[in-house]
């Protein structure tokens, strides 16, 4: 079955990048997802990739792939105080079309000010 | 843009009481929804998929009597959980797809469920 992997926890300082770090076992995916989820809150998508793409920059959001090592990254320039969450990457079970995700466990970001 | 509405945000109930949570879709029309419990500091779980008039399909290990959900229109599901123990606390979300073909979900905010 479909598996997904984060590190749980990622410290950075105000202003410095934060890089999240993903990887995922479907090789067939055709999306993949970034969701953030604030305390006490639901997810929120903040970004997502297509399978045929190495790169989407959107903002302050960069996210890479390397579909290779299925390996998935996301990175926050200029980290605020308002990106502290938990963050969620996410496949969708095998099969393309499928809507149905797994999500990795999350990767808890604190901002120090 | 696409919005989910859950409700009650939380919710606080004796054991052996049932209770209902529910999932809208306020500008789109749902065919297909999907209910996740998530348990602290875990990932979420997918429950079930639940569709427009039909009856809802279940992962494995979920059960279906203990879980009912229904979905009898387009901006409707609803989830529940009947005859509650502790164990069954937890922080429920919804999330909806607005019509085959799309490729995002669009989630809730999420039910938190505490039973005494």
């Known amino acids: 079955g479909e598996d997904v992997e984060q590190s749980l926890f990622l410290s950075v300082r105000e202003g410095d990048s934060s890089v999240i770090n993903c990887t995922y076992t479907d090789s067939s995916s055709t999306y993949l997802y970034w969701y953030k989820q604030e305390p006490g809150a639901g997810l929120q998508l903040l970004t997502y990739?297509?399978?045929?793409?190495d790169m989407k920059q959107d903002q302050r959001l960069t996210v890479l792939l390397n579909k290779k090592d299925k390996h998935l990254s996301l990175r926050i320039a200029d980290t605020q105080t308002g990106d502290s969450a938990i963050y969620f990457c996410a496949e969708p079970y095998s099969g393309a079309g499928s809507y149905q995700l797994t999500f990795g466990k999350g990767t808890k970001l604190s901002v120090i000010p | 843009g696409a919005v989910v509405s859950q409700h009650p945000s939380r919710v606080i109930c004796k054991s052996g009481t049932s209770v209902k949570i529910e999932c809208r879709s306020l500008d789109f029309q749902a065919t297909t929804m999907f209910w996740y419990r998530q348990f602290p500091k875990q990932s979420l779980m997918l429950m079930a998929t639940s569709n427009e008039g039909s009856k809802a399909t279940y992962e494995q290990g979920v059960e279906k009597d203990k879980f009912l959900i229904n979905h009898a229109s387009l901006t409707l599901s609803t989830l529940t959980v009947t005859s509650a123990h502790p164990e069954d606390s937890s922080f429920y979300i919804c999330s909806a797809i607005r019509s085959p073909g799309a490729n995002v979900l669009t989630f809730g905010a999420g039910s938190r469920l505490t039973v005494l």
């Open positions: 990739i297509f399978s045929n793409m």
